[in-house]
């Protein structure tokens, strides 16, 4: 049962750890209405790369992400499909960037995020 609600655009930074571990912004990303996202700005470098990432999951009708099963042991996971619809879809896709392309998607409280 999908929990279905407008929900107002967000701006997140999109992050990347380097070999140090500490994060670096490659980037901004727009998640509107029904989780599209829109790719506000990029390192030049990587522009390319982060469009397909981007045209990919606009692509995808519902998005599937690993979520740890009720009672289950710590090493198990199961998975949740959340529909373009449902207002769980931006929460839903700042964890399969995480999971699926090991990039962090950080909501910036400001509207808005400076790429250096």
Known sequence: MSAHATQAAMTCRIE?????EVPTVIGTLLIGEAGKLTLVDALELLRPALQDIVDSVNGEPT????????????????????????????AAI???????????????????????
């Open 63 to 90: 998005i599937r992400i690993k979520v740890p099963p009720p009672g289950a042991e710590p090493s198990g996971f199961g998975r949740l499909t959340v529909p373009r619809d449902d207002n769980r879809i931006a």
């Open 16 to 20: 990347q750890s380097g070999d140090d």
């Open 94 to 116: 700042v964890d399969y960037f995480e999971q699926r392309f090991d990039l962090r998607l950080v909501p910036d409280s400001h509207g808005r995020s400076e790429i250096p």
